[in-house]
């Protein structure tokens, strides 16, 4: 049974950080991409980042290039995203999601999911 859990949401000023984690355990994930998307009230779920588990490279949507990293820590089976100069429209809730193969920009394509976690950007 794979599980993910997601940590590390808050409320912050525009202009701060934080760095979210997605834990993953249940399976060994040397063939699969891990994602994270975010979901804000009354809209659908879109990309933020992407990472293959045992590749190299990473995918970002425009809205965060540059200001989000995601990274991972395969002896700890964890996905982090670190977020800095974060603006009101980056509050939403944030899910990881873990799909076999490739990464995705498409939230149907992934397979596992964790519960989300809040984060709430003040201006």
């Known amino acids: 049974q794979v599980q993910l859990v997601e940590s590390g949401g808050g409320l912050v000023q525009a202009g701060g950080s934080l760095r979210l984690s997605c834990a993953a355990s249940?399976?060994?994930?040397?063939?699969?991409?891990v994602a994270w998307f975010r979901q804000a009230p009354g809209k659908e779920r879109e990309f933020a980042a992407a990472?293959?588990?045992?590749?190299?490279?990473?995918l970002y949507a425009n809205s965060v290039k540059g200001r989000f990293t995601i990274s991972r820590d395969n002896a700890e089976n964890t996905v982090y995203l670190q977020m800095n100069s974060l603006k009101p429209e980056d509050t939403a809730v944030y899910y990881c999601?873990?799909?076999?193969?490739?990464?995705?920009?498409?939230?149907?394509?992934?397979?596992?999911w964790g519960q989300g976690t809040q984060v709430t950007v003040s201006s």
């Open positions: 990472i293959r588990w045992s590749r190299e490279g990473t």
């Open positions: 999601g873990v799909r076999l193969g490739s990464a995705s920009w498409n939230w149907n394509d992934y397979t596992y």
């Open positions: 249940g399976r060994t994930f040397g063939s699969y991409a």
